[in-house]
């Protein structure tokens, strides 16, 4: 059974809970905002809406141009994100090159650039 408090399960789909990849990556509140909303889109039943949250934070984080680096961890980023469709594996994957390099605009461009791709396409599937 779900714990619908302290570990949802739209939180819960891959290998790894969200809460931790966000932790082991020291992702700031931006980032792991849009890290959560990106890994609970699938699962939690306002697709669209999760994917604009992501963008709208990592657009943020972006504005910020903040230098903060993360520590290495034992977590693998494809273990965590396997789950996830395709495109949102591959924000996942920027997010975190982008913790790991600081190359802040231009993979954060990148990384919106997927989302609302992902977005246009659920909109013209409905």
Same mark, same amino acid.
């Given at each position: 059974?779900?714990?619908?408090? *302290? ?6 789909? $891959?290998?790894?809970? &969200?809460? =931790? #990849? ?42 910020? *141009? ?6 290495? $961890?034992?977590?693998? &980023?494809? =273990? #965590? ?46």
């Amino acid at each position: 059974m779900s714990d619908a408090v *302290n570990h949802p399960s739209h939180y819960n789909q $891959g290998a790894i809970e &969200v809460i =931790d #990849f966000i932790e082991d990556r020291g992702f700031n509140f931006n980032v792991g905002n849009a890290v959560k909303y990106i890994c609970r889109a699938p699962y939690k039943g306002k697709y669209v809406e999760d994917l604009q949250k992501a963008v709208f934070y990592l657009k943020r984080q972006r504005e910020l *141009n903040s230098k903060k680096k993360h520590k290495i $961890g034992h977590l693998d &980023v494809y =273990d #965590f994100a396997k789950h996830l469709p395709e495109r949102l594996r591959i924000v996942i994957f920027i997010i975190d090159d982008i913790s790991i390099t600081n190359k802040i605009g231009r993979y954060y461009d990148m990384a919106i650039e997927n989302l609302q791709e992902e977005i246009k396409i659920v909109q013209e599937d409905k």
